[in-house]
Nanobody, 115 residues
Framework: QVQLVESGGGLVQAGGSLRLSCAVS????????MGWYRQAPGKQRELVAA???????NYADSVKGRFTLFRDNAKNTVTLEMNSLKPEDTAVYYC?????????WGRGTQVTVSS
């Protein structure tokens, strides 16, 4: 059974940094894309950053220049480096993995940025 194991959330002051990691547990084949989404209270889940297989990374405009996505195909991991964090970045962050046959979501990790 495939599971996405997320780590790295927490509380940080504005201007600080956090790193979120997501590792795929279990047998998985034909990964087409990996990335991170987030959902703030009262808002819809939105894309933060995602990288398709063999493609370039797509970032939300609100995080461009501050967040960087790294994908390790050998280890089936995806990492989100978040710098210059702002209070509006506060949300639950979810890892997502797309395969040829299914979409997998992590359980989410809370990121809270205090002003």
């Amino acid at each position: 059974q495939v599971q996405l194991v997320e780590s790295g959330g927490g509380l940080v002051q504005a201007g600080g940094s956090l790193r979120l990691s997501c590792a795929v547990s279990g047998s998985i084949f034909s990964i087409n894309g990996m990335g991170w989404y987030r959902q703030a209270p009262g808002k819809q889940r939105e894309l933060v950053a995602a990288i398709p297989d063999g493609g370039s990374t797509n970032y939300a405009d609100s995080v461009k220049g501050r967040f960087t996505l790294f994908r390790d195909n050998a280890k089936n991991t995806v990492t989100l480096e978040m710098n210059s964090l702002k209070p509006e970045d506060t949300a639950v962050y979810y890892c997502r993995v797309l395969t040829k046959w299914a979409t997998y979501w992590g359980r989410g990790t809370q990121v809270t940025v205090s002003s």
